[in-house]
C-alpha cells in the first residue's frame, strides 16, 4: 500500500519539480541537459528514502547526513552553485 502510495507522490511530485527546473535553465540559474528525467530521479529518491523507516527511528546524526546527501545530489544534479545555506 505505501509503495503504491510512493509512486502515485513520485508521479505528482515529478511534474511541479520539472517545472522548477525548467524555470531555473530559463533563468540560467540551472543547467540541466533532461529536466525531465532529473526530476524524476529526484523526487523518486526524496520520497522512497524519506519513507524509509530506518532513516527515521535512527539517531539525529545519520538523519542529518541524508538531508545534507540530499542537498549536495541537488545542487550538483542542477548544476546550481548554493541552494542551501551552510
Known amino acids: 500500500m505505501i509503495d503504491k502510495l510512493s509512486h502515485k507522490l513520485v508521479e505528482k511530485l515529478t511534474v511541479y519539480f520539472e517545472k522548477i527546473i525548467n524555470q531555473g535553465i530559463a533563468e540560467k540559474n540551472f ?4 529536466p525531465a528525467e532529473t526530476a524524476e530521479f529526484l ?3 526524496y520520497v522512497f528514502v524519506s519513507n524509509n523507516m530506518s532513516i527515521k527511528c535512527s539517531k539525529k546524526e545519520p538523519v542529518n547526513n541524508y538531508l545534507n546527501a540530499f542537498k549536495t545530489m541537488l545542487e550538483q544534479s542542477l548544476n546550481a552553485k548554493k541552494l542551501f545555506e551552510d
Open 31 to 34: 543547467s540541466v541537459k533532461y
Open 43 to 45: 523526487m523518486t529518491a
